[in-house]
């Protein structure tokens, strides 16, 4: 079997706007979804993440470009004849139909005899831990339940690819992350192919082997969660997934993988990049809040000075604005491990703040 | 007084419900016995009922044995009236089946439109009510008629040499009642199939459900009230019809109706004309009862 479950290839996807303008809800997207990854597709609404979810699933024809799954070319294949199942967002349980009758419609389709249907069901009801509730009829579940039942129909039919649409948008917190680990721990029990699109980046975080990134209708960059956190290509990408401080500067020389940064008014710092820069490039430097040591001195490292504007105690750390002398401004994420030790610094103190080279990004775009 | 009404929320339900209440008994509920009342007494001579009334089921008799009359020739045939019933329900069967199959479509068509196309086309399908029901069924005959629209416009395109005959006769009875029947299919399916929730096709065709088989297992019978009321509303008036039958049959197409109607005008026999306007009351009724008892359990599963 091929090695990749679900190939975009180039794809666009096009729209008749009201005003009869045109617009590409997906641009130009390529990408590979490994067998049996848990592969997110990740934006804000609008992104096209969704689109892209309804073509795989074909819902949605692509204007132009391929759609391959397990290597066969499925971009014109009606959404019945795919061997893909999907959780859709507010479920779409049939409210006519019992829940038996329901998890049982893909088999009913397959012409499986009715004898193996029910025991499917049954089956299927114990994977998601529902059993017995064969009987109930869509309305009397409470929503995680109907979650689970959609779930239970999806993957009865034992999809080559199983695409859920922000399936847990419509639980409440606690639930939601329950059934977090829940998805995770089935995809790898039955080792189906999740493509599951969110726009929350935590959860996209917590789930997913591999995430897309996605804005505007094109990817702004594949990989997985520690990849993406920790290296994002791209300013969006770095604001997108958690938090960011950018301190624009311009590039003043380039030693090897070593940068030197001139942040205006406040001073040059050092950071270690693979890429190469041209000298009075303007750059922004992306550090996260948590990366960056207060009052703490770094060997090696970059420090520069400052005055706190604002402090939020928050139990667990210490947030801190703080800004430099050239007017720029971060924010400080200090972790409160040491109690009594670690004196929380005071709005309008001067402070220094300190990080490694290799903390920072040097992002141009 | 307005004390009285302020306080009592009795008297408040009474003082709403009594105007139509009162409406209703007075020119619907009376009147009803009065027709029960003649339905069984002899008829007079120049209409109207004998009087003093002298009580009998002649009327009654009559309608499942046409021979029964005084007037009956020797090739009468018995069962006349009642196969102008039959006749009545087969025609009413197909005029309801007719605006179903055309208005579902329609109305699915228009659910799917921009909410500004949605409305402007459910008034274009509500316009025809504002015009006299009399007026459009007159002309739709100059449309149907031999020297009419559609046989001209055939004509002239060579596609015919001699004018169809298509007036006055039970086809042009169906077309009229299609006609002036369509809108009322429309407008309870529309209401039914603009509430249904589309997503539920994708699922079902996301479980591997060809269209077609979507629709019968999902999408009809979660619709289903809407087409039951359709049919309710177009087969109940469409049975006892009788302005459409004889303009577009040209008098020539028996219907309960027309035939009704001639009990209290031509022939003069109120009594006759009672007897049958009250079975047939009872027969929609039966039938109407009969058809809500046995879908009963589907409209509430759809629900």
């Not at chain 1, 948008?169 to 998805?183: F, P, V």
């Not at chain 1, 430097?285 to 040591?293: M, N, Q, S, T």
């Not at chain 1, 409160?336 to 005071?346: C, K, R, S």
């Not at chain 2, 008799?61 to 006349?80: H, K, M, T, V, Y």
Request: proline content about 5%; glycine content about 8%; some cysteine.
């Amino acid at each position: 079997m091929n090695e990749f479950a679900v190939e975009m290839q180039d794809v666009v996807k096009q729209f008749i706007t009201p005003e009869g303008g045109i617009l590409a809800a997906v641009n130009h997207v390529t990408m590979q979804i490994r067998d049996g990854e848990f592969f997110s597709l990740l934006g804000p609404s609008g992104c096209g993440k969704t689109t892209s979810l309804r073509m795989i699933a074909g819902f949605e024809l692509p204007t132009d470009g391929k759609i391959l799954i397990h290597g066969k070319e499925m971009s014109q294949v009606p959404a019945f004849r795919r061997p893909i199942n999907t959780v859709f967002q507010q479920y779409a349980l049939f409210p006519h139909m019992t829940v038996e009758q329901n998890i049982g419609y893909g088999p009913e389709m397959q012409s499986v005899p009715r004898a193996e249907r029910s025991r499917r069901v049954s089956e299927a009801l114990e994977m998601v831990r529902l059993p017995g509730m064969e009987m109930r009829r869509p309305k009397q579940l409470s929503g995680g339940q109907q979650q689970r039942i959609a779930l239970a129909r999806a993957l009865i039919n034992k999809p080559e690819v199983l695409l859920l649409d922000e399936p847990l948008g419509a639980l409440d917190l606690k639930l939601r992350k329950e059934m977090q680990l829940e998805l995770k721990t089935l995809q790898r029990e039955v080792g189906i192919t999740f493509i599951y699109v969110t726009h929350d980046q935590e959860e996209a975080l917590t789930m997913s082997d591999r995430i897309a990134v996605m804005h505007k209708g094109v990817v702004l960059q594949i990989g997985k969660p520690e990849e993406i956190y920790e290296k994002p290509a791209s300013k969006y990408v770095a604001d997108f997934i958690g938090e960011t401080n950018f301190i624009d500067g311009v590039v003043k020389r380039q030693d090897g993988a070593t940068v030197e940064v001139e942040l205006e008014g406040t001073g040059v710092v050092r950071v270690e990049s693979s890429r190469s820069f041209s000298n009075g490039q303007q750059v922004a430097v992306a550090v996260r809040p948590e990366k960056l040591r207060l009052n703490t001195q770094i060997e090696d490292g970059n420090t520069l000075r400052g005055r706190v504007e604002d402090v939020i105690y928050i139990g667990t750390d210490t947030h801190y604005g703080v800004r430099f002398a050239g007017g720029q401004k971060v924010r400080v994420r200090e972790q409160n491990i040491l109690q009594g030790h670690h004196e929380i610094v005071q709005v309008g103190a001067e402070a220094s703040v300190s990080f490694t080279r290799v903390s920072p990004r040097i992002l141009t775009e | 007084m307005l004390n009285f009404f302020r306080r009592n929320k009795a008297a408040q339900l009474y003082g709403l419900i009594s105007p139509g209440a009162l409406w209703t008994l007075l020119f619907f509920n009376l009147p009803l016995l009065i027709v029960l009342f003649i339905s069984f007494v002899e008829r007079g001579r120049a209409g109207g009922i004998k009087l003093p009334p002298v009580y009998t089921l002649e009327n009654y008799r009559q309608l499942f044995n046409a021979c029964a009359s005084e007037f009956s020739g020797p090739e009468c045939d018995p069962f006349l009236y009642i196969g102008i019933f039959g006749h009545s329900v087969r025609i009413a069967l197909v005029v309801t089946f007719w605006c179903i199959a055309l208005g579902y479509p329609l109305s699915y068509f228009i659910s799917r439109q921009k909410p500004i196309w949605r409305d402007a086309l459910m008034i274009l399908v509500i316009i025809p009510f504002w015009t006299n029901f009399l007026v459009r069924t007159y002309a739709l005959k100059q449309v149907l008629a031999t020297e009419g629209l559609l046989n001209s416009f055939l004509i002239n395109l060579n596609l015919i040499n001699q004018p169809l005959d298509l007036l006055f006769n039970e086809f042009a009875v169906n077309v009229g009642l299609i006609y002036g029947y369509l809108p009322f299919a429309v407008l309870p399916m529309y209401a039914s199939i603009e509430k249904f929730d589309h997503s539920l096709m994708e699922a079902a065709a996301d479980l591997g459900a060809p269209p077609w088989r979507a629709f019968l297992r999902v999408m009809l019978p979660m619709t289903l009230p809407g087409v039951i009321a359709a049919l309710v509303l177009v087969f109940v008036p469409v049975v006892g019809a009788f302005i459409t039958p004889d303009i577009m049959g040209g008098g020539k197409i028996e219907m309960i109706g027309t035939l009704i109607n001639r009990q209290f005008g031509v022939s003069r026999n109120w009594p006759f004309g009672a007897s049958m306007s009250l079975v047939l009351m009872l027969l929609v009724l039966i039938g109407v009862i009969a058809y809500f008892r046995s879908s009963t359990e589907e409209t509430r599963r759809a629900m």
